[in-house]
């Protein structure tokens, strides 16, 4: 594979697609963290092309989360101090796999239950539309689910629960 | 936990080509529909120009023009070979009222033609004002047919010519009768104006 991944595009990429019938297009829709505070508007989808689904929320972060200035979470001690770890200007935007939130069509919501405000201050953010590669996926995953190793390989990459409806049952 | 599936838009081409296909069908219809008013239009004009001719032809008595236009000339005489060639005429113009009007009357006429004929091709038989006075005895009652028929408001333009036609004696030579032959043919023809002028409105 690539060391961008192109399995993975954002929605506005494909022009021949659009949002299955019977499913919301979250795009603009508020994201709550575990304690409901709203951490970011969702700007974009990221799919995969094989598979037809969802795999991402890219969502554009409040500018609380920036200026808590938390350095990026990693679970490899090599990217300790790495410059090219740090959030540069500009990257505001990061990624949240579609099996870890929940939809409120009601209310046009986006809420989670596993990731706290302080985690997603300290997950490493890309910029706006930027090419989504396997490491930056990698890196996200781990901070999520801190401890938790994360490789992979095509798409079975997104087999796991994170990428699921019923993530809970698969953890 | 969430999902959201996308799929492959329908492509919008087959919904162009079908617009298109349909608005071509219109168009195709519309524009049939005024070619079609457009030949109507020339076909009725046509129609209408070839009724207007028909008509202006069945109205055009040519020769009860072309009679009149003989008898009318008073510098004529009266003599045998004029009596035979006036009663020609008036034959030929009796024979066009009787067929736009679809009136058989040939019996009379065709008699009438033999005596015209014997008229002109023997002019000097002594017969002639009877023979004259027979073949106007059968051209009235012809006009008479025709009249009765269809225009009893000439009845006394129809006796006019009878009464000229008896006025003729067959004991007379011709040219001592001019006047009575030509009174004749001049009441012959005055019916045969009349019955001219009033065709259309046969009653």
Request: glycine share 4%.
């Amino acid at each position: 594979m690539d060391k961008h991944n192109k399995n993975l595009y954002y929605l506005h990429e494909l022009p021949d697609y659009t949002v299955e019938d019977g499913y919301p297009d979250v795009r603009g829709w508020k994201v709550h963290d575990k304690s409901q505070r709203i951490i970011g508007t969702v700007d974009n989808l990221l799919v995969n092309k094989n598979t037809e689904r969802v795999v991402y929320l890219d969502v554009e972060v409040d500018s609380a989360i920036i200026q808590a200035n938390h350095q990026p979470y990693s679970s490899s001690a090599e990217n300790d101090g790495v410059h090219e770890f740090l959030n540069k200007d500009g990257e505001n935007h990061l990624i949240i796999p579609i099996g870890m939130v929940n939809l409120d069509e009601d209310s046009q919501t986006v809420f989670t239950d596993k990731i706290d405000y302080t985690t997603f201050a300290e997950t490493k953010r890309k910029g706006k539309e930027s090419p989504i590669d396997r490491e930056y996926e990698e890196w996200v995953l781990g901070s999520y689910n801190r401890g938790e190793e994360y490789t992979g390989e095509d798409d079975d990459f997104y087999d796991r629960g994170e990428f699921r409806r019923n993530m809970d049952t698969d953890l | 936990m969430a999902e959201i599936k996308i799929k492959k838009k329908a492509p919008i081409w087959p919904w162009i080509l079908g617009a298109l296909v349909v608005g071509l069908i219109v168009y195709l219809l519309v524009s049939n529909d005024a070619v079609d008013d457009r030949d109507n239009i020339r076909v009725d004009a046509t129609e209408e120009a070839t009724v207007a001719s028909s008509f202006q032809e069945e109205r055009n008595f040519t020769d009860i023009d072309e009679y009149n236009a003989f008898v009318a000339d008073e510098n004529m005489d009266v003599t045998h070979e004029y009596s035979g060639n006036a009663l020609s005429k008036l034959i030929d113009a009796t024979w066009d009222a009787a067929d736009k009007l679809n009136i058989d009357v040939s019996a009379e006429l065709s008699r009438a033609e033999d005596l015209s004929e014997e008229i002109t091709t023997d002019p000097r038989s002594t017969e002639h004002a009877d023979k004259i006075k027979e073949a106007g005895q059968h051209i009235a009652q012809a006009l008479k047919t025709i009249q009765s028929a269809n225009y009893p408001d000439l009845n006394s333009q129809y006796m006019e010519v009878e009464t000229a036609v008896s006025n003729i004696k067959t004991d007379t030579p011709t040219l001592e009768q001019k006047d009575h032959v030509r009174t004749f043919f001049n009441k012959a023809g005055n019916l045969l104006t009349s019955i001219q002028n009033n065709y259309g409105q046969a009653q």
